[in-house]
Each structure stands twice: as C-alpha cells, then as structure tokens.
C-alpha cells in the first residue's frame, strides 16, 4: 500500500468513524441502548470469516506434543495435515479443566457432552472447512448461548436459559468453532471475576495460589481459560478494559477492535456508546484469526453498518522475515511513546522499545499530551454510568439487592444530570479531535498507559506480552487508528517474531489426582458447572471486595 493509498484510506475512515461516533451517541440517546429480547430471534448474520484462509506456519515441537500448549492456528494446521483431530483436543481440554478448573475457577458453565459431540462433527466433516472447524473456545458468561445459561454473573440472569445465540457466537460456531463452556466473570462486567456478593472466584493463572494478584476484568475467566490451556482461545467484551486488561495480566494477546467492527448483538450490555467484542488469545495470529470471524456488518447491531471493510487481518499478523534475519514491517511505522509510558516496569518496557526499535521499518516517536488531557480522559469517564443504568431501571426498582457488591455503580448512573451527560459527549467529541488530529498526527500507533482514551473514544486497543516483573506477566498497550486493526496486529506480530514472550505459558498448580477428575469432566450431562444458581446465592469463604472496591474498579 503506498502513502498516498494509505492516506486517503486513514482520511475516509476517519471521517466515517466521525460520523459513526455521533450516530452511536444519538442512539443512546433516541433508545438504542436496550436489553435483547430473550424470546427475539437472532438477526440474520452472514457467517464470519468466509473465505478465510489459514497460513500453513511452523508448529512447534512443543504443541506436537501437547495439543493444549498449541495455538489455535498451530492446532488448526495439525488438523489440516491429519496430525490431530478435533475430539482428541477437546477431550484434552476437558481433562484440564476437571482437573484444574477447581483451582482457576475459570468456568462458570462446562458444556462437555456437547462439546465432544460438535467435536466428532467436525472430524467427520468432509469438503469446505471453516477456519475455526474443529477448534475449542470458551465463551464470556454475558454472551447468549442457545440452551446453556447465561448469568453474566449477576443475582439477576440467574435463571436466564437463551432462546439463541449472540451474532458473535453464531459467527465462531458458524466457521466451525467449538463451545467449551461460559468464561466465569465480574459481575454484570463491572471488576475481576467474583460472585455477585463481592466473593473472589478467579485466579490469575500464573499465581492459583494467590488470589491478590490481579488477573484483570471483566473477561478474567475467559483470559484465565485460555493462559491456563483450558481453551485454544476466548472472546471478551470490553467497556473500560476489560479484554486488554486481563490480556497483559495473563500473557495474552487481547485486542479491543474500534467500535463497531464486531457485534455486540445478543451480549448483556454496560454501556451502549463503549462496549466492544473482542478476542483474548496466545498470540498476534490467533487474534487475527477470531477477529476475522467475529467482524462485519450485523443487522442486530447498528453500530456495524456502514463501516469500511475488514481489512486482511492475517496478512497483517504474518509477521515478515528479513534476508539477514529478524522481521521487518510491511509498511512504515510510526509508534508514538508518551513521555509515561515506562511508567513502574520500566526495565520491561525500556526492552521493549529497544527490540522495537531494531525491526527495520519501525521508527519510535515522542508524543506529548495536550494540557487538557487528564481532564478529557478522568474528569468526564463517569458518563458511561447513566448508560449502564437506564435498561436496568426495572431491577433497581424491583429489588436492588439483585446488583450485588456492583449496586453503587449503578446508582452513581442515576445521581449523574442530563446536563452533565451532555457537556461530558461535548467533552469527549473535543478529546477525539485531540487524540487524532494531535496526539496521533505524527503516529501511526500509540502506547497507551491508561484504557480509558480509547475506550471512550472506541478507537481499537491491543494488549499484548512484554516480560516479567516478579514472577508474574507484564504486559503493555498499543491504541491505533479507527478501523486500523491491522497496523496494531502488525506491530505485534513483528514484535512477537523476534521474542518468546507469548509462547511462555503457567506452571499447573496442585490438584487433587487427575483420575479422579477426569471422569467428572466427561460425565456430565450439560455442564460441568463452577458457579450453579446455589453457587451463585452462596456467601462464600475467599477474600471479597467490598461495594465501594468493585464501585472504585468497576469498568
């Protein structure tokens, strides 16, 4: 793509991302922001990632020998080339997880029989595959699930059984994805994965013996599952970090994409003007490769229509090899630095920009922040609040008790004026004209040492592997472009070329035997289930947060 072509792309997206943004405040505003219907039908969606082809890559010696430590496209080309087949990899997974998951506590639902059954399908399937044919996920429990329940962790979907799938669901399940079961969750997607009383559930894979350190929310469950080779990969969804977040706590690859690009159809919502679908993976590939699936228009969505095309995701997480070694990019980048951004780590994120540096095509830029940058991005953050409480104004009437240790967000929505909405959607019109006619005019992608510019603002977001700092993943924050996911994954994949970072994964913890649980994750009917409707009214006995603590982190 030459600099004129390149150009004229990033000016027309972003006038339609302009346009975009004011449609999907309007929205909010004239009634958009409503609950689906558990009874409505699921929107006709073409099916995600027609067409999509696999890069034949080089499987490591250590995913031939444990299928589980295999990426998902590295478990794809075994299955291509007849080395592995679908049901041998779910039955390892589902022996991890009835062995380790009472540890994790990753899982809120396990769909095992079902999963078996869609794997044996897959290994009959003759002719034209899906991409994903074959390949086990797990699901955020605020996702629809046709026949599996679905909670969002929360005292008021604790009977919620979903008459269809979320168009993301249908679009994974649609190009051959299996459903191992509902990643465990925060709350109504507010903090880290705890019972709705505030009692903590998940750990971070890389210390299941401690549960304070931080595995980040609200996708902890879907992120623990796939660090914890208990899933090939996950998809989260993300209002204030909640993708990329548990991504740098766990070494993953997390990318938010812009607003829009994947829907949101069928997912139990926070907020209409920032909730994003998007993966939690090992790698640059591996989120290319849902992502792909996931994105394009939804006539469930109106946040997914009109935008620019998905552009080829996997060409740009192929990272490039240079004649005399290392990678290079395919187009000329410019990564801005922000005078913070080594921030507590850094060690870690000065060996970063020094292996950055060394990829031919890279150039490392300073940036400065306006003065008025911690204004725009704190002052105004708590306009999302409204946004989460009005489709919920029926159960803060009915029984507040039904919010949990979440209650006090919610009731912060309704403390906030309209007027104040008001000058903070002025507000945040004025930050995007910062941010891409300022902040990113000399750049084409940012560090990021904080979610919430580009969450607000739902430009694209990836987290992804950078080291460690005392035992425990390090990850960072690059933010691009609207509808430019495909430079972040670029950068990445170069980035992941010449480091190991990503392919490090955790130590198992201790358990009780292997046999014992094996039969469990195999014998049950519908699920292997970490959080039942008793589970979910039970107090439990771990450390808790308190209201104010899940008010204070609440995405």
């Not at 920009?353 to 490392?364: E, F, H, K, P």
Request: charged fraction near 20%; aromatic fraction near 6%.
């Amino acid at each position: 793509m030459s600099d004129a072509l390149g150009g004229t792309r990033r000016a027309l997206n972003r006038r339609t991302f302009l346009a975009s943004s004011a449609a999907v405040t309007g929205a909010a505003v004239a009634g958009g922001v409503l609950l689906p219907s558990p009874a409505a039908a699921a929107p006709a969606a073409a099916a995600g990632g027609a067409g999509l082809t696999l890069p034949d890559i080089e499987v490591r010696d250590a995913a031939r020998k444990d299928p589980t430590e295999a990426t998902l496209a590295e478990a794809a080309v075994l299955m291509r080339q007849r080395k592995l087949t679908s049901v041998t990899l779910v039955e390892a997974y589902l022996d991890r997880i009835g062995t380790f998951d009472s540890v994790y506590q990753a899982y809120a639902e396990v769909t095992g029989d079902r999963a078996l059954a869609a794997a044996r399908t897959a290994d009959r399937r003759t002719g034209r595959r899906g991409v994903l044919n074959g390949i086990p996920l797990c699901i955020k429990d605020n996702y629809f699930t046709k026949d599996v329940p679905t909670r969002a962790n929360s005292y008021i979907f604790e009977d919620f059984v979903p008459e269809y799938d979320a168009t993301a669901v249908a679009r994974l399940t649609g190009a051959g994805g299996i459903v191992l079961g509902k990643g465990q969750m925060g709350p109504l997607a507010t903090t880290r994965a705890t019972l709705p009383n505030g009692t903590v559930t998940t750990v971070n894979a890389w210390t299941p013996d401690d549960p304070a350190v931080d595995p980040g929310g609200s996708s902890t469950g879907p992120a623990c599952a796939v660090a914890a080779r208990m899933a090939s990969s996950s998809i989260g969804t993300q209002t204030g970090g909640s993708i990329v977040l548990p991504a740098n706590r766990q070494n993953l690859t997390g990318l938010k994409p812009t607003l829009g690009r994947a829907s949101v159809y069928g997912v139990i919502p926070l907020s209409y003007t920032r909730d994003h679908s998007g993966p939690l993976a090992r790698d640059a590939m591996d989120a290319a490769l849902m992502l792909s699936v996931l994105a394009g228009p939804d006539p469930g969505d109106p946040r997914t229509l009109g935008l620019p095309d998905v552009p080829d995701l996997v060409r740009a997480a192929t990272p490039v090899i240079a004649r005399r070694g290392g990678a290079q990019m395919r187009h000329a980048t410019r990564i801005g630095v922000p005078a913070d951004f080594l921030g507590t780590d850094g060690d870690v994120r000065r060996a970063l920009l020094d292996r950055l540096d060394g990829i031919s095509g890279v150039t490392l830029v300073d940036v400065a922040y306006p003065a008025d940058w911690s204004l725009l991005t704190s002052g105004f953050n708590a306009a999302r609040l409204p946004e989460r409480t009005e489709p919920f104004r029926y159960w803060l009437r009915e029984d507040p008790r039904k919010f949990g240790v979440s209650l006090l967000s919610w009731l912060q929505g309704l403390m906030l004026s309209g007027d104040e909405w008001i000058t903070a959607q002025r507000a945040k019109n004025h930050l995007l004209r910062e941010v891409l006619d300022t902040v990113m005019n000399d750049c084409d992608v940012l560090f990021q040492t904080d979610v919430v510019p580009f969450d607000l603002l739902g430009l694209p977001l990836i987290g992804f592997p950078a080291g460690f700092v005392d035992g425990v993943p390090s990850g960072v924050l690059l933010g691009g472009q609207p509808y430019e996911e495909d430079r972040l994954l670029e950068v990445v994949a170069a980035y992941q070329a010449v480091t190991d970072w990503h392919t490090r994964r955790p130590a198992d913890p201790a358990t009780p035997s292997k046999s014992t649980s094996k039969s469990t994750s195999k014998s049950t009917s519908k699920s292997t289930s970490t959080m039942s409707k008793s589970a979910v009214r039970a107090a439990g006995t771990g450390p808790r947060l308190t209201a104010e603590e899940a008010a204070e982190l609440s995405a």
